[in-house]
């Protein structure tokens, strides 16, 4: 399928692609000119679709996936055409279907998996091993064979599927560690491919990586990438020294080449931003204002502040916990005059951790509410599910500080959700040091996770921060993830992944 000559971009959250913004934005100029100017066909492939689709009554509907990636990544394959190949969760549902329905210009190729393979391959091996190794949770990995044997079959079928389509001189884009195998098999026997692997989640030190019984094998796969590319230079460091430690390969860690193959392979970082436009639109659209007042209303607390996560141990959504806690019992000035609205998005809930999680999150919110509530205040606020964007806008819109304090993560883009929206250049951020976000976000107030005693005060300073340090902390903020947004990011990496096939030959 070769690229279309003049396409609207299919944006918006609609799903008939229609896009509903004021403007373009310069980055999502630049993006779309460069993918019309493709002169082969752009595979994406990732383990997550980019719509979730149902069959009913013989007719096919779907709605996107939330997340700003997921709908820039689609806008990019609507100019481009090509193929998206993904996990079919849903049974009954066409393994190849054009996007938008209406309208397609892309076909979503759907992969079938078996329900023993999605236990052991994404539940076992992406979600107990790769997972927790990567953010440094070792006690949490169960090393496996079955997950291994699943892993690796599943990567196949994700490589049968491309096999299927491509005409051996697509440019492939591949997402994330649940694939780290499938570079080196769309490799084999066409070495005309260029193909593109980003790695979403932290990468761990050498000697932690070191811990997983097939990092031989997982190095290779990557290998078989011509670009690698990671969300912090330091994560790009770790996979370098990895790969000269584990496969004894030439490394240049100055340039991040890697000589493997006959090839050589691109190390490069690109943090990834967020549509800034999109989320400062919402901020000032009379339906999430209206909204935000009513939130403000309904909490009735003079300062708000505000945790969105999804429900993952690493988001150190139980430290901050301890830390609310803490405030309240060290301050208690801030009785009836703060609340804590803390927001948690089901997450795999198939793995044990995570039931057990849930229930130690409840746990811990039943004791605070029950020391601390009073008749006509509330002091903590749980939400345990997920939200319409409009909705999440107005949280964020509405609230005076914003707790992003996980115990790692690879970028967080919440943080730069929550900065976006302030169109007003009002509230704060307190970040944790341990994000990726940390690296650009430095107007944020950074903190270390695990240091509840200092986190308390840090809380209790941020309140009390004046307002023309507010302003100022927040217009900085802003700028930086205004610069560098999502947009951005995409074409820095399809640019780079061109360019290194060239230097690679």
């Known amino acids: 399928m070769g690229p279309p000559t003049?396409?609207?971009?299919?944006?918006?959250?609609?799903?008939?692609?229609?896009?509903k913004g004021p403007y373009l934005p310069e980055g999502k100029k630049r993006l779309m000119g460069s993918v019309k100017r493709f002169s082969r066909p752009l595979t994406v492939i990732s383990n997550r679709a980019p719509y979730r689709l149902r069959e009913r009554f013989g007719r096919l509907s779907g709605e996107k996936n939330v997340g700003g990636l997921v709908s820039v990544l689609d806008e990019m394959m609507c100019q481009a055409g090509g193929a998206w190949i993904a996990w079919g969760e849903r049974e009954g549902v066409p393994t190849r279907i054009g996007i938008p329905l209406n309208e397609p210009r892309y076909t979503l190729r759907l992969v079938q998996l078996t329900e023993q393979e999605v236990q052991n391959y994404y539940?076992?091996?992406?979600?107990?091993?790769?997972?927790?190794l990567s953010h440094y949770f070792l006690d949490r990995c169960h090393f496996r064979a079955e997950y291994w044997s699943a892993y690796q079959a599943a990567n196949e079928k994700f490589a049968e599927a491309f096999a299927e389509s491509s005409?051996?001189?697509?440019?492939?884009?591949?997402?994330?560690?649940?694939?780290t195998l499938l570079p080196a098999l769309l490799r084999r026997g066409r070495p005309s491919l260029?193909?593109?692997?980003?790695?979403?989640?932290?990468?761990?030190?050498?000697?932690?990586?070191?811990?997983?019984?097939?990092r031989r094998e997982v190095l290779e796969g990557l290998l078989g990438s011509d670009l690698i590319g990671f969300q912090l230079a330091?994560?790009?460091?770790?996979?370098?020294?990895?790969?000269?430690?584990?496969?004894?390969?030439?490394?240049?860690?100055e340039k991040g080449r890697i000589d493997y193959g006959g090839r050589v392979v691109a190390v490069e970082v690109f943090p990834v931003g967020i549509d800034f436009h999109k989320w400062n639109d919402l901020a000032l659209s009379p339906t999430v204002v209206k909204r935000s007042g009513q939130i403000r209303e309904e909490v009735g607390a003079d300062k708000i502040m505000l945790g969105v996560d999804r429900l993952d141990y690493t988001k150190g959504i139980q430290e901050r916990?301890?830390?609310?806690?803490?405030?309240?019992?060290?301050?208690?000035?801030?009785?009836?005059?703060?609340?804590l609205i803390q927001v948690a998005v089901p997450s795999r809930g198939r793995v044990e951790e995570y039931r057990l999680l849930r229930r130690e999150i409840d746990e811990a919110i039943g004791r605070i509410t029950g020391?601390?509530?009073k008749?006509?205040?509330?002091?903590?606020r749980y939400l345990y599910r997920g939200f319409p964007t409009e909705e999440l806008a107005a949280y964020y819109s509405v609230a005076d500080l914003a707790l992003v304090t996980p115990l790692r993560d690879g970028m967080n883009l919440v943080a730069k959700e929550y900065v976006a929206s302030k169109a007003q250049e009002d509230g704060a951020l307190i970040l944790s040091e341990f994000t990726g976000a940390a690296a650009t976000l430095t107007d944020a107030i950074l903190v270390n996770p695990y240091d509840i005693e200092r986190l308390v005060d840090v809380i209790r300073l941020s309140l009390s921060m004046s307002e023309a340090e507010r302003k100022s902390r927040m217009h900085n903020l802003r700028r930086a993830v205004r610069e560098k947004d999502i947009y951005w990011w995409c074409e820095s990496f399809l640019k780079s992944l061109s360019g290194s096939k060239e230097e690679g030959q």
């Open 123 to 132: 539940h076992g091996f992406s979600n107990r091993i790769l997972w927790p």
């Open 375 to 380: 008749r006509k205040w509330i002091p903590l």
């Open 6 to 19: 003049s396409r609207p971009p299919c944006s918006g959250d609609d799903f008939n692609g229609v896009y």
């Open 194 to 214: 260029s193909i593109g692997f980003f790695w979403h989640i932290p990468f761990p030190s050498s000697p932690v990586f070191r811990v997983l019984p097939w």
């Open 371 to 373: 020391r601390f509530s």
């Open 167 to 179: 005409t051996g001189h697509d440019l492939v884009w591949i997402h994330d560690f649940h694939l």
């Open 234 to 253: 330091l994560q790009a460091k770790n996979f370098l020294q990895a790969v000269e430690d584990v496969l004894k390969v030439p490394v240049d860690h």
């Open 321 to 339: 916990l301890l830390a609310y806690e803490r405030l309240l019992e060290k301050y208690p000035d801030l009785h009836g005059q703060v609340c």
